[in-house]
């Protein structure tokens, strides 16, 4: 995995590249946590990438980690907590 940061006008952007052995890994069913402080950013915020063939699977895969304030936005922009 390749991570980065970089500023463009008012905006940080937060490169995460992945190959191939990763791809792999997110098909076993297991995400990836890239927590952001190690990049250098002072909060204690991860970022998870996870993959699943549908939505029910995303969600499945994600169960585990959901607490009561959790809310979830689906691709078509709606929510669910």
Known sequence: MVKFTASKDDSIIVGLGI?????????????IMV?????????????MIFYGKTEADLVALVQPYLGNDTVIQDERGGERG
């Open 19 to 31: 190959e191939e052995g990763n791809v792999e890994r997110l098909r076993e069913g297991r995400p």
């Open 35 to 47: 927590k952001l402080k190690d990049m250098g950013f002072a909060e204690p915020i991860e970022i």
